[in-house]
């Protein structure tokens, strides 16, 4: 048995899954077989009154070549979430294994244990260096885990501290899941990054699992297109107990728009422009009197620390601009995490922010 496989539930190797209507169809052109209406609805050019393909081999295809990988390697889904919480699922064993986390991480890892009643391992990013893993304290909680752990996540870059993870440290995690565990990297902001991917080990450690999305560098977020690209043997695993028609006819045709050959150009100039928006705004922000700290950021936001994180929130949605507010999250008491607009938006964003400490005053003077 494939050292992927045996991480899986056993219960699921082998497993087939439900077999829809149009997995089976092979040829012909009069499609009796699904029970859908024969004619589109009024206005349809898409051909919505049809079943889209589970796992279309156009757009599977098209993304194999993006990221290098064979399509038998690659699960097209809804967003990164739902791959998230496939292998969630395909790994551990309600109440017997377990999954390690990196808070302050993307929030989806947990919750798809929870859902699954898998247990949680946190070892925190270590926010003295700036939030870098723990390599170490992860491989130490790998070697003492009371329950197996089955799934090792890292976010790189990570959401919402912005920094990618140094491939070495990965390919550390890697040499220590060998044999015990999935090592998942999430590289949803990746685009935005100089970082080599991971995918670059995946050659060596075939417990590597990469996780991708058109919905960051590619402006796809309302199409919900997300790939998670592993060895063929976990890839028909979590193709059998996805759902049957996951990707609807629409977002196909979005997706296929945005990958071709013609928007490739200003997919690039895009992101060269954010990189660079990303470098002015963090240079402005640390000019801010109520700034405390701009961490380094390779994604398409910035994390930052301010003296009144709650007002100065407010001030921004006075002025009509929503922030994200992480301070639940362990050691962003006082952040917020800033996406990266276009100019014009960056501009009212910082022009909002640079009046905010005046708003303040007066709030206060007028409660005086």
């Not at 079943?51 to 990164?80: F, I, K, T």
């Not at 501290?161 to 990746?190: F, M, N, P």
């Not at 928006?277 to 700034?291: G, H, I, M």
Request: net charge negative; charged share 20%.
């Amino acid at each position: 048995m494939s050292e992927v496989l045996n991480v899986l539930r056993e219960e699921l190797r082998g497993f087939a899954g439900y077999s829809s209507a149009r997995k089976e169809a092979s040829g012909g052109s009069i499609l009796l077989n699904a029970n859908e209406s024969p004619w589109p609805a009024s206005g349809d050019v898409l051909g919505l009154n049809r079943y889209p393909d589970p796992q279309p081999e156009s757009l599977v295809m098209r993304l194999a070549s993006l990221y290098g990988v064979a399509a038998d390697e690659l699960l097209v889904g809804r967003g990164s979430d739902e791959a998230i919480d496939l292998l969630t699922r395909a790994a551990c064993r309600a109440g017997q294994d377990a999954v390690l986390i990196s808070p302050p991480t993307f929030g989806m890892y947990a919750v798809c244990a929870r859902v699954q009643d898998a247990a949680i391992v946190s070892v925190p990013l270590l926010a003295e260096r700036s939030f870098a893993v723990d390599v170490d304290g992860i491989v130490a909680a790998i070697n003492d885990a009371q329950k197996p752990i089955k799934l090792v996540y890292v976010c790189s870059p990570n959401n919402p501290t912005g920094a990618a993870v140094s491939l070495s440290d990965i390919e550390r995690l890697a040499q220590a899941t060998s044999g015990r565990a999935l090592l998942v990297v999430d590289e949803a902001y990746a685009e935005f990054s100089e970082q080599a991917s991971a995918l670059t080990l995946r050659a060596r450690y075939p417990q590597v699992v990469v996780l991708r999305t058109l919905s960051k560098a590619y402006a796809l977020a309302g199409a919900r297109i997300g790939v998670a690209i592993g060895q063929p043997e976990l890839i028909a695993v979590l193709r059998s107990i996805m759902a049957p028609y996951p990707l609807p006819t629409p977002c196909l045709a979005a997706a296929m728009s945005a990958l071709a050959d013609s928007a490739t150009a200003l997919v690039r100039s895009r992101i060269a422009l954010l990189r660079s928006e990303r470098s002015r705004l963090a240079k402005a922000l640390r000019d801010l009197p109520q700034v405390r700290h701009v961490y380094d950021s390779d994604a398409n936001f910035l994390l930052v620390r301010f003296a009144d994180r709650s007002g100065t929130y407010r001030d921004a949605l006075a002025a009509g601009i929503v922030l994200r507010d992480p301070s639940k999250q362990a050691g962003l008491e006082d952040c917020l995490r800033i996406s990266i607009g276009t100019p014009e938006e960056n501009n009212r964003a910082l022009s909002a922010l640079a009046d905010a400490p005046m708003r303040q005053a007066e709030i206060k003077e007028e409660a005086a």
